[in-house]
């Protein structure tokens, strides 16, 4: 099946600073999705992108499509204690996504 | 706005016991999916309905898994004789007919096999 990698495996970062992560594929995707999870709930959607190149914001929230079409990165902005937890990228194949083992956030106050 | 809903949030039972899990997804949504996720890892894909038609079952979904959507809006997921390392979060999610309209994942049901 595909394989997303994701990195950082895991962040420690202070409370005002801006944080990047990115995903890579080893194949090619037409959609990538980022999904937020905190402990104990399911994953929220936090930005779809739909086209290579797109750049897409949700608030503090930017994510782009690579023009490869194989990565994608996700930016937050002026960090705040409420960005902790594992941040998934996914990529679907049809109707089925597949994920990165995700990026942990967590924020010194 | 009412989201995908799962009960129950959390089950713990024996080795060698029966559990079902149920799903609600969102109303209008016509596809629902399930997904298993272990510690320290993304969701898995399991199992994906249409309306109430099983299209596909994954390699993970053993002979003890069975899936039923009877009327083409909750679902259910039953694991016979559990074992160990059926311990994880069972996430269900839906979406539209729509290829490019993305999936809402419900709270999960956490499963611990004592």
């Known amino acids: 099946g595909q394989q997303l990698n994701q990195s950082p495996q895991s962040m420690f970062i202070q409370e005002g600073e801006d944080v990047s992560m990115n995903c890579t594929s080893s194949?090619?995707?037409?959609?990538w999705l980022w999904y937020k999870q905190e402990p104990g709930e399911g994953p929220v959607l936090l930005i779809a992108?739909?086209?290579?190149?797109e750049l897409t914001s949700n608030g503090r929230l930017t994510a782009q499509f690579g023009i490869t079409r194989k990565d994608s990165f996700l930016n937050i902005s002026a960090s705040i204690p409420s960005d902790v937890g594992i941040y998934f990228c996914?990529?679907?194949?049809?109707?089925?996504?597949?994920f990165g083992a995700g990026t942990t956030v967590t924020v010194r106050a | 706005d009412t989201g995908v809903s799962q009960n129950p949030r959390h089950k713990i039972t024996k080795r060698g016991q029966n559990v079902t899990f149920r799903c609600d997804p969102i109303?209008?949504?016509?596809?629902l999916y399930w997904y298993r996720q272990t510690l320290g890892q993304g969701p898995e894909f399991l199992t994906y309905?249409?309306?109430?038609?099983?299209?596909?079952k994954s390699r993970l979904l053993s002979d003890r898994f069975s899936a039923e959507r009877p009327k083409g809006s909750f679902s259910t997921l039953e694991i016979q004789r559990t074992e160990q390392g059926d311990s994880a979060m069972y996430l269900c999610?839906?979406?539209?007919?729509?290829?490019?309209?993305?999936?809402?994942f419900g709270d999960g049901t956490r499963l611990s096999i004592l």
């Open positions: 194949s090619i995707f037409n959609t």
């Open positions: 309905f249409q309306n109430e038609a099983q299209l596909e």
């Open positions: 999610a839906s979406s539209t007919l729509f290829s490019n309209q993305p999936q809402h």
């Open positions: 109303s209008e949504h016509n596809r």
């Open positions: 992108l739909y086209k290579a190149g």
């Open positions: 996914a990529g679907p194949n049809d109707y089925k996504l597949s």
